[in-house]
C-alpha cells in the first residue's frame, strides 16, 4: 500500500511496466486465446397482427414464433488490454508482496453465426415452418482485474500474475450488425423489426460470460510470458 499516505512508489511501477508492454502482451494473447468460443446462444420473439383485414374487421390474425440460435462467437483473439488503470500492492501474511491492477479492456467486432427458425400460424391454422441463417456483430469493453505477487529475480522484482478477473457488463455491449436470411412471408412481413428484436434479445451476459472464462485463462499466460520486471 502507501506509506505515510505517500504514493504507491511499487505500484506505480508495475504500472510503468504493464503500459510500457501492452503491445507484447496483447500479442501473446492473441496465441493463446482461441478464435472461436464454442457455446450456444438463442433466443425467441413472437408477433401477433392482422394478415388479413376485412372491411368492417379484421378476418384472419397471424401470429408468429422465431428463433434465433448462435453455436458460436468468433474474433475472440481480437481482445486487447487497451489502458492499466491503476496498480496497488499490499503485504501477504507470507511476507510476500501482493499486486492487484485494473486493465481497461476491448474486444471489437466479436461475430455470431447460427440459424434463425420461425413458424406461422394464420387463422388459427398452421402455415408454414421457415429457417435461415443468422449473423451478428457485436463489440464488448469491460475491466480485467489482475492479482498477483512480485518475485525477486537476481537484482530486479517481478510481477507474476496468477488470477484475472474480466468483468464486462451488459451495457458494454453494443451490436454493430445483425443480419437474418430467412425465406419471405407471403402473408404476413416479418423480415425487419421481428429479427431485429430476437437478435437484441440473445442473452448477451451469457455471450460475455464466455468470453470472460476464455480470457480469464488466456490473460495470465500472455502475462507470464513477459518479463514484466523493474
Known sequence: GEAGGGPDLIGLAVAMTLRRQLDAINLHIQESIPDTIQEVYSSVTNTTGCCMPGFWSCLCHCTAFGRVEFTNLTNAKRLRLVEVL????????????????????????????????????????????????????????????????????????CFTCERVGLTIPVQGVTFLDSNVEVGGWRVFDLSGSFWDSAIHALPTQGLVDSLASAADEAIPEALNRESLCF
Open 86 to 157: 491503476n496498480v496497488s500492492t499490499d503485504t501477504t501474511t507470507l511476507g510476500q508482496l501482493s499486486l492487484r491492477a485494473y486493465v481497461n479492456v476491448s474486444a471489437p467486432e466479436l461475430s455470431g453465426k447460427g440459424v434463425a427458425r420461425s413458424e406461422l400460424n394464420a387463422c388459427a391454422k398452421h402455415l408454414t415452418h421457415l429457417s435461415g441463417g443468422a449473423g451478428l456483430t457485436v463489440s464488448a469493453t469491460g475491466i480485467a482485474r489482475l492479482d498477483g505477487v512480485l518475485v525477486p529475480k537476481g537484482d530486479k522484482m
